[in-house]
């Protein structure tokens, strides 16, 4: 059983470039959150999407985006690309319930901006 | 608002002792989830517990042991006999109910870093 995956593990970039991050979930789940880490903090919500949708989305600004494939996959985009966005990058997945579900998280995209 | 508090940043204890790990929240809901995360070095989120507001019996999975008291709104988590594996941060984290297509994010706390040495 195949858990969460995302690519790559890491990644440098300079200041003001695009950079696009990958997840696969576990069988058998079709939500897919992101969460950013910083050094030293809690992971902080970016968005989730079900259904090829975005349904909620933490406090970040338009240069995130995502998407959501038609089996269940997900694309984190950021676009010009600021130091403070140098963070470890977390994909979760869960299966969609109305309340919460547990939410299994895979082993995180470390990205760097020079 | 929502609101995770872990006011442990670091911990240190030597093998074998116990050691506990405290969690206070705040939210408006009556529905909410509580979980416990552990991040060794890899990175890596690992799930280690869920409770929902509605239950608020202790659990106790081995070595690992939670006491859920909505009174003080705490979740804490107990290492007994703690060993050096046990080395990592712990994160607890909310979830709130939501509805209209979507599921409660994770509301994370800044974590707690224990080391146990040998």
């Known amino acids: 059983d195949a858990g969460v995956t995302q690519s790559p593990t890491h990644l440098i970039k300079t200041r003001g470039q695009q950079v696009t991050l990958r997840c696969s979930p576990k069988?058998?789940?079709?939500?897919v959150s992101w969460y950013q880490q910083a050094l030293g903090q809690g992971p902080q919500f970016i968005f989730q999407?079900?259904?090829?949708?975005?349904?909620q989305r933490g406090n970040f600004p338009d240069r995130f985006s995502g998407h959501q494939f038609p089996n269940y996959s997900s694309e984190l985009n950021v676009n010009a690309l600021l130091l403070g966005d140098s963070a470890l990058y977390l994909c979760?997945?869960?299966?969609?319930?109305?309340?919460?579900?547990?939410?299994?998280f895979g082993p995180g995209t470390r990205l760097l901006v020079l | 608002a929502q609101k995770v508090t872990q006011a442990q940043t670091e911990i240190s204890v030597v093998e074998k002792e116990d050691v506990t790990l405290d969690c206070v929240y705040e939210?408006?809901?009556?529905?909410?989830?509580l979980f416990w995360y552990k991040q060794p070095p890899s990175g890596e989120l690992v799930f280690l517990i869920r409770?929902?507001?509605?239950?608020?019996q202790n659990e106790i999975s081995g070595r690992y042991s939670w006491n859920f008291q909505k009174s003080t709104s705490s979740f804490n988590f107990t290492i007994t006999a703690s060993q050096v594996v046990d080395s990592a941060v712990y994160f607890c984290?909310?979830?709130?109910?939501?509805?209209?297509?979507?599921?409660?994010?994770?509301?994370f706390g800044k974590g707690t870093k224990l080391s146990v040495k040998p």
């Open positions: 979760a997945s869960s299966l969609y319930a109305p309340g919460a579900e547990t939410q299994y």
């Open positions: 069988s058998g789940h079709d939500t």
């Open positions: 999407y079900y259904e090829e949708e975005e349904r």
């Open positions: 939210t408006r809901d009556t529905t909410y989830y």
């Open positions: 409770r929902n507001s509605f239950d608020e």
């Open positions: 984290a909310l979830s709130e109910t939501n509805y209209g297509g979507s599921q409660g994010n994770l509301i």
